[in-house]
């Protein structure tokens, strides 16, 4: 027996094992998708062998025309989907069907609750491909041979789901896979070839390759007598790329159809734009909005970018060079006329077409979405939950289109209900007060540290809004979003604060005699803090509080700061301003504290409590208790 013969038995990835589990439970209400899937895995096994073809086309052999085969068996109770495409060898085989190769796989396991409608709805949008045969098998044997490989280093695979697979070295005459679903009893109703093409004209007939079926007629008498006929194969699908038709031609279901087809995604997206562009550059493109994130969305290496053709002939499937970072989640196709068959991804980097047709395609997203915020708010309300914080790095990274994007950000405001984010920047502006020449805005670890914010006091008793912000990527658009409209942008919680027309005169004057008043105290509280603060100070910020904390206009806030030490970057230390409230009654007694080592002691606590009041944390928790407890004794004394 030859190496390549001989038979493992393997287990399957722990994560595989779970996933097969909830799979064929949660997904049995629909299960005719497993042809959908299995369909759509060989069509891109077939993509695959005419892009490898076009610099080897030995590896057609003598069989240049691609196709897919769907046959069943009603005796034996199986159907097989077979392709012509480029095949599998051992080490393939073992690392794409026993294991799941996706970042974001622990998080996904992590969200199923058991519920199987939520569930389905969860395990639809991670894609399951392949293991959907198990929704309607009890066995699966998949045999495959790599397109250059002899046809003696062929493949079997078996596996009932339930945890192990084999693997086999076989023989096999023809390129490609053919795999082979032995019904369940209770699927025995797939075995039919009514129903195998219905299913395949209702989720694969946008299939841009031929699927074929044996032609089903009734047998005259003469064909009768004459049983070993060959069977004649006939095409079963529209076999015409989609994104080729006009739209006036093609259905919301297929278009919803193809979209599952390209992204393995089980919901239907919610919006998608199809545009022929002919002139200058000449392509066709099928932009979709998916309905929901993905769960490596936020992972660097997720897989991102558009599906690429020339000329209708598949070149990548993850051409990122076509649409920028921030707008990762868009699925779709682009069709080039302009570009070579044999382009690769450097190429793409410097091709001036491509950076025409990426201007031209980030335009047609921001499009559709600015259209959604208009006329659908509830819908661009649900995007926004799924989408938004992706969507706020744009401003960083799309300068051409920083205004564009600044319109589609949405955030939640001291106007806001709740904690949605449900604010536009237009919707801001449009509400600012007369003599008001600035957008005001507060970052924060939370939500709530933001709305209970000392800072807020003074802008709550003028009645001015403030954007509440509290993603983690805030702190940082807004380091990269100077302005909207005309109107700056200001931290409410750093530098000076400068409310222009707004202030009071009387108040400008009363906080310039009171600083003057309290130089001395001022002074003190200094001296007591010496290592922690920067400078101390009196403030009209607050109403309520006995002090806040300030950011230097120039240093780093504590959100952004935070993030950078969590990567690993050494920040240089940085001290806080301490602003008081010369008014209140706990700045009042710390005044008339006669005790140095008393005063030093309240200092530090009213310090603390504005630090934690900003959503910092305490460098030492237990001296600020220890001190706080002593203070409450002596009261209490």
């Known amino acids: 027996m030859t190496v390549e013969a001989k038979k493992e038995t393997l287990g399957f990835q722990t994560e595989v094992k779970q996933l097969l589990h909830l799979m064929i439970h949660s997904l049995y209400s ?3 998708i497993f042809l959908r899937e299995l369909i759509s895995n060989a069509s891109d096994a077939a993509d695959k062998l005419r892009f490898e073809a076009l610099h080897n086309d030995g590896l057609l052999e003598s069989d240049p025309n691609l196709d897919i085969r769907v046959d069943f068996d009603k005796g034996a109770k ?22 799941i190769a996706k970042s974001g796989t622990a998080d996904f396991l992590q969200q199923l609750t058991g519920d199987q409608k939520k569930d389905s709805q969860l395990i639809g949008q991670f894609g399951v491909g392949f293991y959907s045969a198990f929704i309607v098998a009890d066995k699966v044997t998949v045999e495959t041979r790599k397109a250059d490989a002899p046809a003696e280093q062929a493949v079997r695979w078996v596996s009932d789901g339930s945890g192990e697979f084999t693997v086999e ?6 390129r490609g896979t053919s795999i082979i679903l032995h019904l369940k009893d209770d699927a025995e109703e797939f075995a039919d070839g009514w129903r195998l093409r219905n299913i395949v004209r209702k989720y694969s007939d946008h299939i841009s390759m031929p699927i074929l079926m044996v032609k089903q007629e009734m047998p005259s008498e003469e064909e009768e007598k004459h049983e070993d006929k060959a069977p ?7 076999a015409k790329a989609l994104w080729t038709r006009s739209r006036s031609d093609i259905t919301d279901e297929e278009y919803k159809e193809f979209y599952k087809h390209i992204s393995h995604d089980f919901a239907d997206p919610i919006k998608w734009s199809h545009n022929r562009v002919e002139g200058k550059l000449e392509y066709n493109s099928l932009l979709f909005i998916p309905a929901k994130a993905p769960f490596d969305l936020y992972n660097r290496d997720m897989q991102k970018g558009l599906k690429l053709y020339v000329q209708r002939v598949f070149i990548m499937d993850q051409a990122d060079e076509f649409l920028p970072m921030y707008l990762r989640f868009i699925k779709g196709v682009v069709d080039s006329n302009d570009l070579s068959l044999n382009v690769s991804r450097e190429i793409l980097q410097k091709d001036p077409a491509v950076d025409g047709m990426k201007a031209a395609l980030t335009k047609r997203v921001l499009d559709m979405l600015e259209k959604m915020a208009k006329k659908e708010e509830k819908q661009y309300a649900e995007f ?4 938004g914080q992706v969507l706020k790095e744009g401003p960083a990274e799309d300068f051409a289109n920083r205004e564009k994007v600044a319109k589609l950000l949405r ?11 449900d604010q536009s920047l237009e919707g801001y502006v449009s509400r600012m007060k007369e003599g008001q020449d600035k957008i005001y805005y507060i970052t924060a670890e939370t939500h709530n540290a933001a709305a209970n914010s000392p800072h807020l006091e003074v802008f709550r008793k003028k009645g001015i809004e403030v954007l509440l912000l509290s993603d983690r990527v805030d702190e940082w658009l807004m380091s990269h979003l100077n302005e909207f409209d005309g109107k700056q942008f200001a931290d409410i919680a750093r530098g000076d604060l400068d409310l222009g027309q707004l202030d009071d005169e009387g108040d400008k004057k009363a906080l ?3 600083a003057k008043e309290k130089e001395d105290l001022l002074k003190r509280i200094k001296d007591a803090l010496a290592d922690q603060v920067e400078e101390v100070r009196v403030t009209h910020r607050l109403t309520d509080s006995p002090a806040c904390l300030v950011v230097g206009d120039h240093d780093m806030g504590a959100q952004m700061r935070k993030i950078m030490e969590a990567a690993g970057q050494a920040m240089p230390e940085s001290k806080p301003i301490f602003e008081i409230n010369p008014e209140h009654p706990l700045i009042t007694r710390l005044d008339q504290e006669a005790d140095e080592d008393r005063f030093a002691d309240l200092c530090r606590v009213v310090f603390d409590q504005a630090n934690l009041a900003a959503g910092g944390q305490l460098d030492d928790p237990a001296s600020y208790v220890q001190r706080l407890n002593k203070l409450l004794l002596e009261m209490a004394g």
């Open 411 to 421: 955030f939640a405001s001291t106007e806001s209900k709740g904690t949605d984010q």
């Open 232 to 238: 004649e194969w006939e095409t079963v699908n529209t």
């Open 169 to 174: 070295g076989i023989s096999k005459e023809k």
């Open 78 to 99: 199986t159907v097989t989907v077979a392709d012509n495409g480029i095949g599998m060898n051992r080490e393939d085989v073992i690392a794409h069907l026993g294991t």
């Open 384 to 387: 926004w939950k799924e989408f």
């Open 30 to 32: 629909n299960r005719e």
């Open 512 to 514: 310039e005699e009171s």
